[in-house]
């Protein structure tokens, strides 16, 4: 997925009021840009890290830049969970995830279980609709390892009963994890930060529920989805 125009190096000054970032450019301007991004980020908002903005012509936004990459242990990494959503769609319709190809027809934003919304749903003639829940990851705090989530998510855990209740229905329902960084070969669930996800994720898990991450290629120019990541379901033995 390219960028639809060039980023702007910068490096952080600060991140505030979940949607806010200031960050100095080359030549020492200050410019605010909106973060996308309201959870914790933990790791990816620290002083003095470099990032990397998008520019926008559009008079009517408030803010002229968005907080697009960042620089953390080596590593360029996404930092909008929206664009996790957006890279699953054009993987999935370019069938680069096996596991999800072939489908006929793809929706976004379906209504279902308890007041949620189903990020993607994929419908066939031929076999039982898919359920698609994603998910977007940057955090590591060992190497090679990615982790989820890095705050407490109640919502995450709701849709994951959500999910599983799809699977009761005679559905198939998938948990897909985008991990915007490339250097992470397995993904695992930081019970210590949100015990209660981790438990959720193995009971969905146990009820049928598929639990697939794919790592991605960052770029100033294009982010894209990578490689499968392998997955360790908390309490599994197997």
Not at 143 to 170: I, M, S, Y
């Amino acid at each position: 997925m390219k960028f639809t125009s060039k980023l702007i190096e910068a490096r952080l000054v600060k991140r505030y009021k979940r949607f806010f970032a200031d960050a100095e450019l080359a030549d020492g301007t200050i410019v605010t840009a909106h973060c996308a991004n309201t959870g914790a980020m933990a790791g990816i908002k620290d002083p003095g890290l470099k990032v990397w903005l998008s520019p926008s012509d559009n008079p009517k936004r408030k803010l002229k830049y968005t907080w697009e990459i960042v620089e953390a242990d080596g590593q360029l990494i996404g930092t909008l969970p929206a664009k996790a959503n957006a890279l699953a769609e054009e993987a999935i319709l370019a069938g680069a995830l096996p596991e999800l190809a072939g489908y006929a027809r793809l929706r976004r934003e379906v209504k279902y279980g308890e007041n949620s919304r189903i990020d993607l749903l994929l419908e066939d003639d031929d076999r039982p609709p898919c359920w698609v829940e994603v998910k977007n990851v940057h955090w590591s705090r060992q190497p090679g390892l990615a982790e989820f989530p890095d705050g407490v998510t109640a919502r995450g855990a709701k849709h994951l009963g959500e999910l599983a209740n799809q699977v009761a229905a005679g559905h198939r329902a998938v948990q897909l994890f985008v991990i915007q960084r490339e250097d992470c070969q397995r993904l695992a669930f930081a019970a210590d930060i949100d015990p209660h996800y981790a438990q959720s994720l193995t009971a969905a898990h146990t009820a049928g529920v598929e639990v697939l991450a794919y790592g991605c290629r960052v770029t100033p120019d294009a982010i894209d989805i990578a490689q499968a990541l392998s997955v360790d379901i908390p309490g599994d033995r197997s």
